[in-house]
């Protein structure tokens, strides 16, 4: 597969996942990463610069000791995505609730210093991001439309709210640094799939989901 090929298989990935799908809500933070705004009110990422972003936090991931690089999310479908991703690359996961003090209060038991931290939602994983700022470490962040991203180093603008997106961006991530450090090829498949890389929940709370979410154009008009 040429490069070309390559770029517009994992574009496809990215349109069939709804990574490009925002929210109702731009921050002036995102502006530049949004195309466009859908009769629903739904504000779409440009999905080029999503991939265009990918390649950079690899290259950021892979300057740093990959030990040392600290994948953050509170947000629960980001698990599984985290899991696979840090058994793949080696990176360090810490999922839930992120403890005050973390990176900053050498005399806490739990205290780590890396090197580079990765939050998936600068709202969610707002004490990780606050922390890395004032102890000077870098912040790759997934961030979505209505994201505030002032104290993120790199933004990967995508949706970091769904299930099926945040396995694709996970797995993307994963690819990418596997292949810039070359122990992947390009015509090579990974261990997993994106859909291993997906939080699994059971039929009845995907009902429940569903039934959660009115549809787009009645959400809209609530607004």
């Not at 050498?106 to 707002?126: F, G, K, T």
């Not at 090829?185 to 989901?209: A, G, V």
Request: hydrophobic share 35%; with cysteine.
């Amino acid at each position: 597969m040429t490069k070309q090929e390559d770029a517009e298989h994992m574009e496809k990935y990215v349109l069939s996942t709804g990574i490009r799908v925002g929210t109702q809500v731009k921050t002036k933070f995102m502006i530049p990463f949004i195309t466009k705004a859908t009769n629903e009110g739904l504000y779409i990422i440009d999905s080029k610069k999503t991939l265009s972003r990918i390649q950079t936090a690899a290259k950021f991931i892979n300057r740093a000791s990959i030990s040392k690089v600290l994948i953050c999310s509170g947000r629960e479908y980001a698990s599984t995505p985290i899991e696979k991703f840090c058994e793949i690359t080696g990176a360090t996961p810490m999922l839930g609730r992120f403890m005050p003090g973390t990176l900053t209060n050498p005399l806490l038991p739990y205290y780590i210093e890396p090197e580079l931290v990765v939050a998936s939602d600068p709202q969610v994983d707002e004490q990780a991001v606050l922390e890395a700022t004032n102890a000077g470490i870098p912040v790759i962040a997934i961030s979505n439309t209505d994201n505030v991203t002032s104290k993120v180093d790199l933004v990967i603008p995508a949706n970091n709210r769904g299930r099926k997106s945040l396995a694709a961006i996970y797995w993307l991530i994963a690819r990418e640094i596997l292949l810039q450090k070359g122990s992947l090829k390009d015509d090579e498949s990974m261990k997993y799939e994106i859909d291993d890389f997906e939080t699994k929940i059971t039929e009845e709370e995907l009902e429940e989901e569903t039934e959660r979410m009115p549809p787009l154009r009645m959400r809209s008009q609530r607004k």
